[in-house]
């Protein structure tokens, strides 16, 4: 698959760029979609809520009613869950929400969603790009002349360029990456794909091997 490469002022520069079908041409797999995307949001959880059960709640354990013949549930003490103040029945617990996934099945993962752009014709490829200095008019001025503006924009980079990224922080549906960190999640959640010429080198160092 061919795609033209284009500057940042959103004009064809007469060069081309074929996209590797081993990465972008391949049959997606959505359940190996769902595995990497389940994965990626659940490490993200802090896992930290809690709720105090019956025995947690500070409280007299007194009985504070007889067993049976009161004409409602029973229950013993003040911290009943049945009483308004009690323990929850059942409340959360701190847990790991983190789980493992192979080496291989998340490389497909990032593939299979990656191609899944491929067919969308969501991906666009710009020459390499810097500023001097962190600038946002600068970076919202390349979203519109790419006519991205409106859609949730993905951007790629070869490797770490702070001034982009600071120019790009502040602009909401927009995010800046560094291509060789690409997951499959962060992908299928961009509405379009924009991919520098050296970013394509980096996805294909790392995907294929």
């Known amino acids: 698959m061919e795609i033209n490469v284009l500057n940042i002022n959103g004009q064809e520069t007469g060069r081309k760029v074929v996209l590797n079908d081993q990465i972008y041409g391949i049959e997606p797999n959505d359940h190996v979609l769902y595995l990497a995307v389940k994965q990626y949001l659940g490490n993200q959880r802090q896992g930290t809520a809690k709720a105090k059960e019956r025995s947690e709640h500070k409280g007299s354990t007194r009985k504070l009613g007889r067993q049976k013949g009161g004409g409602g549930a ?9 009483l308004k103040g009690g323990g929850r029945v059942f409340g959360p617990k701190p847990r790991d929400y983190r789980t493992k996934l192979n080496k291989k099945v998340k490389v497909l993962a990032r593939k299979s969603a990656l191609s899944y752009k491929a067919q969308e014709n969501a991906i666009i490829v710009v020459e390499d790009f810097n500023f001097e200095t962190p600038k946002t008019k600068e ?11 409106g859609k949730k924009q ?17 602009l909401p549906g927009t995010e800046v990456m560094i291509a ?5 999640y962060k ?23």
């Open 74 to 82: 029973r229950h013993g003490d003040i911290n009943s869950p049945l």
């Open 139 to 149: 970076f919202l001025n390349i979203i519109k002349n790419l006519k991205v503006d």
């Open 154 to 170: 993905l951007f790629l980079l070869p490797g770490a360029n702070k001034t982009v990224y600071l120019s790009a922080r502040n």
């Open 180 to 184: 060789s960190t690409l997951n499959s």
């Open 187 to 209: 992908v299928l959640n961009a509405d379009v794909l924009v991919v520098t010429e050296n970013s394509l080198k980096s996805i294909e160092e790392v995907l294929i091997k």
